[in-house]
């Protein structure tokens, strides 16, 4: 297929969305984002805002005005939001892309083995259940109505704000240690390159499906460490997973351990990360807010 450009509506316009859309109007897009209230930050960044809910009729009128659709929104205990309210929409949509945004906890527990877009499905939390069930309903849509689907599951996000360095030197950074977990990340901007690749370039087939992540998964101790060295600070003590004192929340976060290949991204999309593994992407929050924390 051949690039695309022109209208971008991003449903969900929240942190990834704000790395995208300033690549987007350099290439001569006009990004629309969603929001529930921070039109401010949505304008920062160059796109123009639209609240939802709120403006129900003119997302519905972007929807249909729209070259290419992201949708960051994520689903909950009742379902995907943006189809119970827009699929009709979106069914009848012109755009050329559209991006379903989901997760690699998608794959559930794999105790520390590799996983790819071929494996299996086998949430093991509510949260990748509910994205499983979410997958599948746009899967559904798109194959009813042909349209332009492309999944992306993203790994842990990190980038500028979501670094450990805050935390490092107000001394709140823990070091669990849970034998054996391995977590795969990716850079917020890496995240953004990977998605402007695909729609300049689709998928000859709709329906494809990409894991986001970066070369080297690790476990979350060493990363922390890694962390600390770069400004000057020792690392946190350790704390056994067993025994350390966390919210339900936090310790769901460990629940899955797996290896994520993103060899798709790279040989399809033919991208070249930018932080190619957490030490890279550690250096360039450092040199930018570490250092300033420090």
Not at 50 to 62: C, H, I, K, R, T
Not at 106 to 121: C, H, I, N
Not at 130 to 159: C, D, K, M, S, T
Not at 205 to 217: L, W
Request: charged share 20%; net charge negative.
């Amino acid at each position: 297929m051949n690039a695309i450009t022109g209208r971008m509506l991003i449903l969900g316009h929240g942190y990834t969305a704000g790395y995208l859309s300033p690549l987007l109007l350099a290439k001569g897009w006009q990004v629309t984002g969603t929001t529930r209230s921070n039109r401010a930050r949505i304008s920062a960044r160059g796109a123009v805002p639209l609240l939802w809910p709120g403006e129900d009729d003119a997302v519905a009128q972007a929807i249909g005005q729209a070259d290419a659709i992201l949708v960051s929104a994520g689903p909950g205990a009742e379902g995907d939001p943006v189809l119970a309210e827009f699929a009709g929409r979106i069914a009848a949509s012109p755009a050329r892309w559209i991006g379903y945004l989901s997760t690699t906890g998608v794959y559930g527990d794999r105790q520390g083995d590799w996983v790819d877009e071929e494996t299996a499905l086998a949430p093991s939390t509510q949260r990748g259940a509910e994205r499983v069930r979410a997958e599948a309903e746009w899967q559904a849509l798109a194959e009813a109505h042909n349209l332009p689907l492309h999944i992306f599951r993203l790994a842990g996000i990190y980038g500028p704000g979501r670094g450990p360095f805050a935390k490092l030197t107000n001394g709140t950074a823990r070091r669990i240690v849970k034998p054996g977990q391995i977590f795969s990340r990716i850079h917020v901007e890496d995240i953004a390159q990977v998605l402007l690749a695909s729609i300049e370039h689709p998928a000859a087939a709709p329906g494809r499906i990409y894991n986001v992540c970066d070369n080297d998964p690790a476990p979350p101790e060493d990363v922390i460490a890694h962390a600390a060295g770069l400004i000057g600070l020792p690392p946190p003590p350790l704390e056994a997973f067993d025994t350390a004192e966390m919210t339900e929340m936090a310790r769901s976060f460990y629940a899955d351990s797996k290896r994520v290949s993103n060899r798709r991204i790279l040989d399809e999309l033919g991208v070249h990360l930018r932080y190619g593994d957490y030490r890279a992407g550690l250096a360039a929050l450092a040199a930018s807010e570490g250092n300033a924390a420090a």
